[in-house]
C-alpha cells in the first residue's frame, strides 16, 4: 500500500465508499443523504489537505482516504483536524492504520502541534482502540449526542494528542 497527496481524478473512487460510510449514518455527523458535490466538498475543503491509499496493484486501487485541515481558524489553527474512511471492501488490512500514521506524520510537517477530533461515535470501538492506540486521549465524552441508527443516542467522544 502506498499513500499519497489525493488528486481530483481520485474522486470518483472515493465517493462510493465514502457515500456509502455517510449513508449508513453509524460513523460521521454529516446528512446520510448528503449530496455528491457537498460531500466533495467537505471532503476536499480549501487549506485542507487530502491523502488517498492506495494498493500497489496496477490500476493503484483506492483502499482509503484522509483529510487533514486545521480544526479552528486564526489561534487555533495550530491544532489539526482529520477525518478517515476506509472502502469496507479493504477492511482489515491495515489501511486505517497506515492512514493514522501518514496523517500524524503529515500534520507535524505541516507545522501542526496538536491534532483533535471532534466527534469520535462511541460505539465506533475499532476506531476508538486504534486511536487510543496513537496516543489519543478521550478528553470528554458528550452524552446521546449521537443519533445512530441501531444503538440509539450513543456519545460522542473528543479525542485529543500532541504531535
Not at 45 to 68: H, N, S, Y
Not at 93 to 116: E, K, N, P, S, T
Amino acid at each position: 500500500m502506498h499513500i499519497r497527496d489525493a488528486t481530483p481524478d481520485d474522486w470518483p473512487a472515493i465517493w462510493p465508499f465514502l457515500r456509502d460510510i455517510v449513508a449508513a449514518g453509524e460513523t460521521y455527523c454529516w446528512d446520510r443523504d448528503t449530496p455528491e458535490d457537498r460531500a466533495r466538498a467537505t471532503w476536499f475543503k480549501p487549506g485542507g489537505r487530502v491523502l488517498v491509499a492506495v494498493d500497489e496493484d496496477p490500476a493503484g486501487t483506492v483502499l482509503g482516504t484522509a483529510e487533514i485541515h486545521p480544526n479552528q481558524a486564526g489561534a487555533g489553527a495550530h491544532v489539526a483536524n482529520a477525518g478517515f474512511m476506509v472502502d469496507p471492501r479493504h477492511a482489515g488490512r491495515g489501511v486505517a492504520r497506515a492512514l493514522c500514521a501518514h496523517v500524524l506524520d503529515r500534520a507535524r510537517a505541516d507545522g501542526y502541534r496538536a491534532m483533535q477530533f471532534n466527534a469520535v461515535v462511541e460505539t465506533n470501538h475499532r476506531a476508538v482502540a486504534l486511536w487510543q492506540s496513537f496516543g489519543f486521549d478521550v478528553l470528554a465524552t458528550v452524552p446521546a449526542a449521537f443519533d445512530h441508527p441501531t444503538e440509539g443516542p450513543v456519545g460522542l467522544h473528543l479525542m485529543h494528542r500532541t504531535l
